[in-house]
């Protein structure tokens, strides 16, 4: 009985297998929607209150296969912060991984603190959901300590998931954004940290560019 049924477990191992990568790949998703998604980047404004950003280089063929890359400085033209954001869109696939917990460590950081964080928005926008981390690395005659704030969307609020390979999987897009600051000292709090403040000002025109209702 039990040989029946071994070519039928086989053709579910085949059909399972064959979903997991459709949903990996992008294999039914709508290209023209990613294509709208990224052409939309370089409408994300360049000064937000008193932050002018700047954008940045990157080697591309570290990204991967994903859509559209922002990477910005952002200073603070009053109190002279300078914040870096890179915001990334594509398949969830792609855009899921490659988080800072694991990268900066295998950069040589050593990660000091991990936590969720809900940064204090205008009510009328989604509530939003941050991790946050602070990362410290200690050389012969310097230490630089960082403060990282992430978050995934995949229609309209910003959110963590301790799996995001697995809980984005389905999303047609997923964009993943990051903010990133050299702080003075560790232990800096972050409801102080000007990495909110500029976020404060960004999710708003991101809701508005990405998510507004039609």
Same mark, same amino acid.
């Given at each position: ?6 070519? #039928?477990? /086989? ?13 990996? !790949? ?41 859509? /559209? ?29 490659? !988080? ?37 690395? !200690? ?8 403060? $990282? ?23 047609? $897009? ?23 403040? #500029? ?16």
């Amino acid at each position: 009985m039990a040989r029946k049924f071994l070519p #039928l477990a /086989g053709l579910l191992v085949i059909i399972l297998s064959g979903l997991v990568h459709g949903c990996w !790949t992008g294999r039914w998703m709508d290209p023209p929607a990613l294509a709208d998604a990224a052409a939309k980047l370089d409408r994300v404004p360049m000064i937000l209150g008193d932050w002018q950003g700047k954008p940045l280089e990157i080697d591309t063929k570290q990204l991967g296969p994903i859509s /559209g890359y922002l990477h910005r400085r952002y200073l603070n033209q009053r109190t002279g912060a300078i914040v870096v954001v890179s915001l990334a869109v594509g398949r969830p696939g792609p855009v899921s991984i490659h !988080t800072p917990d694991v990268c900066y460590v295998a950069g040589g950081f050593q990660a000091v603190s991990i936590d969720k964080f809900t940064p204090p928005l205008d009510p009328l926008l989604p509530a939003a959901e941050f991790q946050t981390a602070q990362f410290g690395k !200690t050389k012969t005659t310097e230490q630089k300590h960082l403060r $990282v704030f992430w978050s995934w969307n995949a229609g309209g609020i910003w959110q963590v998931a301790d799996a995001p390979r697995l809980a984005f999987a389905r999303c047609p $897009v997923l964009y993943k954004l990051h903010l990133v600051r050299e702080m003075a000292t560790p232990g800096e709090p972050p409801n102080d940290d000007p990495c909110v403040e #500029l976020m404060q000002l960004l999710l708003p025109e991101l809701q508005s560019l990405f998510f507004a209702r039609t």
